[in-house]
């Protein structure tokens, strides 16, 4: 798994650092990479947090049914 260079194209060494063929800095191009990823994560946690708020809602109300049914008897 070769670093290919975004300036040059030309292939690095995968942990280069800079570009030994023109000098860029590998490692700032993955930045953009970087900010994505964590509005992504950021997406998934927001996501989970509402996929749990609906199962409250989905069972808050059987579930009180349920408590309220054993309390009356
Ligand atoms: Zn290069």
């Excluded at 290919?4 to 800079?18: I, M, P």
């Excluded at 930045?31 to 509005?39: K, R, Y």
Aim: with cysteine; charged share 20%; glycine share 2%.
């Amino acid at each position: 798994m070769d670093m290919k260079c975004l300036k040059c194209g030309k292939e690095n060494k995968k942990n280069a650092v800079y570009c030994k063929f023109c000098g860029e800095n590998l490692q700032t191009a993955e930045q953009p990479l970087t900010v994505a990823f964590m509005l992504k994560s950021l997406f998934v946690i927001y996501s989970l947090i509402f996929t749990a708020y609906m199962l409250y809602l989905a069972f808050e109300k059987p579930v009180q049914a349920f408590v309220n049914s054993i309390a009356t008897k």
